[in-house]
């Protein structure tokens, strides 16, 4: 290596399959970036701030502001995560996120795909860069402690300036928006909870998005739809008076697993992964003497404190009408037999009435039959346990927000 730069070192770490020491304040070893203070990457080689600017220049930004260290750190870690969970994690953990133009470019960087990359700048660049703006911090500075104009000439001519002065639309400024949300509101209370409310029509929010529409060009001034226009009235009603009917042990939902003791989640291990948030093999389990449950409960703690049951079960042979009632979603291990003698045995059908996830390997793909029908990949890291928890929020995310949509009816 011609330089020690994190950067160099982050690259040559991370082609070598080599870990980096995240130290906390009293040089104690950490396995969380947020909770360090120094990273170092060898013995020989000296610690870095954990917020060290490094020589990754972010795309499109303002003073060829660059990445930090802590910032590609994280994102090497979290690379299977998809964007969505990736910037979940970062809010979760403090720690700025790698936009999406430049993921790819760093990622490709940091691994070897590619030896240079239009975002890299040299060291000396970098601090002949950093030199000037400390000269021009100066300069402004400077600019600022000249004494008031004396000169009654002077004084008009900087009023007049002022006084053509405008505010630049700011990122705080752009989000204080004038557009009226009252429609929007008003369908996911009739959609989700199943809520009567006043239509757009009858109330004043809903007069006041008419008007903007018909100030639209090209709008021809009709009033606007009724707020469920977008779902069949007889559906709708369906959905509600189903939720209606049901018994509280109706509505909790149910998620079916494999039965098969090779498939990556069983009733073996079901449990500890949705609730502990912590991977572990099914075999494993299965060696240890760990008898196979029937059902398997689990409880799921939600960020409001509440606690929320949900039946597992890997067998459908007793199932009644109710209990398909409150299938929301099903772990599929990639083949036909899994679905025989349910109520939707074809992919098709089985796959428009619930939930399915397709649980792998990150390193892995999907394949034939399963890569052919409409799941979500949930992908485990084969040695990483720290990475689970993010695949949990990713599973219960996406779960969410499909019972909302489909399930509204069950308690979730």
Known sequence: MSTADPLSLLREFTISNKPVSLLDAGGQTVSNISDAKTIQFSETTKAFPRDAATNFKKTNAADNETYT???LIFLVQNAQLDNSAYFKECR???????????RRKILDYLTGKVDQSPNVVSVSKQEKRSHQDVVMEETSTKKQRVTPLKSD?????????????????TRSTVLKGTKNFTHAINLAKQLVLGKEVPTPSSSSAGRSHAAQKSAQPGSSGQKPANAANNIKPTAKSA?????????????????????????????YNIKKFLEDQTYVDSQVLREEGLKKPERVTVERKKANGQIVPYHIVDSVSQFKQTDWNRVCCVFVAGQ???FKGWKWEKPVELFSNVKGFY?????DQVNAPASEWAIT??????SKRHMDRATVSQFWDALDSYNAT???YLNF
Not at 92 to 102: F, K, L, N, Q
Not at 359 to 363: G, L, R, T, V
Request: aromatic letters at 4%; glycine letters at 2%.
């Open 377 to 382: 990949e949930l992908n485990i890291h084969r």
């Open 153 to 169: 000439d002077s004084i008009k001519l900087v009023k007049e300036v002022l006084a053509r002065e405008r505010e630049i639309t």
């Open 239 to 267: 959905i509600t008076s189903k939720g209606s009917k049901l018994s509280s042990k109706d509505k909790i939902p149910l998620i079916i697993v494999p039965a098969a003791p090779t498939a990556k989640f069983t009733l």
């Open 336 to 338: 036909l037999w899994q």
């Open 69 to 71: 260290l802590e910032t």
């Open 359 to 363: 649980p792998k390997w990150n390193s």
């Open 406 to 408: 489909h399930k509204p």
């Open 92 to 102: 979760a953990r403090g720690i700025e996120h790698v936009s999406i133009v430049d």
